[in-house]
DNA sequence: GTCTATAAAGTGATAGAC
DNA sequence: GTCTATCACTTTATAGAC
């Protein structure tokens, strides 16, 4: 009953660990800093030491993931944007790939539920946060989509931007249920899984 | 700062409503039965004598919209399940359109983005009660979705529904934001947007 | 940097008067 | 059916000892 203690790494590391953990799965109103500070084996006043307050270790659980995220998705995009045979596959791959290497472990995979969540509270702080922080990635990537899709008007790109980020939010928020066959590797299993995504996101794009 | 007092229908029904708004603004365990039941103008003991606790309220909101909307696809898809010349079309049709009608009004729009939380929160109790109660009616489209896509196998076709519903669940509840041109009426507006997301939940589906 | 103790406010639920 | 008052806890946050 009592929830498994985790001891490995800093008490600034343990707290962002098992809030990542708990956000998950009670939300952020539902995870109390009694039951996050227990089960990550700290003291409950750790969490206003090293943070300052409940929101401000919310900001951070984000932090620590998209930060590098983001930055690995600019980069795969840098490196085809405007470029005469890009296709939007290639775009499309540097969205998600960076983002399913980081459901590859269980942890990275619970974040992707976080963001799921944070993605449906319609609360205004967290939605200013992220926007204000990592806007740009999506500004980015609209620009490609637009440049690649120019049939398209621009409600209608994003209406259809809306969609596959909604269906791909949905679909990552799920990785920690999908069971991979024994007889399939970890490394053919992410794969399947890209082409999946990737095979619907083109579809939904790029329909007539 | 204090929130309009909504003094129409019965205590019971003030109290859906009044729920149905802070639920989706404020989530299930954001919203608390004081907001709640100053709100809908009634007294805090009122909750518990007409629902027995927050829980239970919890699936009534739900209930108070659910039997309605899904027994409208289900009416819409039996014209259809099983006929020869029945497309892809006509099956999303018989599933979005009544959410559509839903989101029509201000409180119906609030109450798809009730249904995304409930999506997001990965909540066991929440997930049951609503499976047990209408997991029925997804069966039964996705039965008819196996018959028109058989060149699908069946993980690929599951795959591709949880993708459309990912992507159908949250453009819906966004609906409270999309504002209508003015020169558009009601129901023109309506039928485009019906066309979008069937539009994109063909391609979804039906892609190579 | 970590601890205990506690403040101050909020929570769902209920007993009992009307 | 509605009300007040209150119980029994839990919440975030912080002051101050170590």
Redesign the pocket.
């Known amino acids: 009953m009592t929830p498994p203690v985790n001891t490995s790494g800093?008490?600034?590391e343990r707290i962002l660990a098992a809030a990542e953990v708990l956000f998950a799965q009670r939300g952020f109103?539902?995870?109390?800093?009694?039951?996050?500070?227990s089960s990550a084996?700290?003291?409950?006043?750790?969490?206003?030491?090293?943070?300052?307050?409940?929101?401000?270790?919310v900001e951070q659980v984000f932090r620590r993931r998209l930060d590098a995220l983001n930055a690995r998705r600019l980069t795969a995009l840098a490196k085809i944007a405007g470029v005469e045979n890009t296709t939007l596959e290639d775009v499309l791959a540097a969205y998600i790939r960076p983002a399913l290497d980081l459901s590859h472990d269980d942890s990275g995979a619970l974040f992707m539920r976080v963001l799921a969540r944070a993605f449906a509270e319609h609360d205004d702080t967290l939605r200013q946060f992220l926007s204000e922080n990592y806007g740009h990635v999506m500004r980015q990537f609209t620009t490609e989509f637009a440049r690649l899709l120019p049939q398209l008007s621009k409600p209608e790109l994003y209406w259809r931007i809306d969609l596959v980020t909604g269906a791909l939010t949905h679909a990552m928020s799920g990785f920690g249920m999908i069971q991979r066959k024994s007889d399939v590797s970890e490394h053919t299993h992410r794969e399947q899984t890209a082409q999946h995504l990737i095979g619907f996101a083109v579809a939904g794009l790029s329909h007539p």
Chains 1, 2 share one sequence.
């Open positions: 800093s008490t600034k109103d539902g995870a109390s800093l009694r039951q996050l500070t084996g700290v003291n409950l006043a750790a969490v206003n030491y090293h943070f300052g307050s409940k929101e401000k270790l």
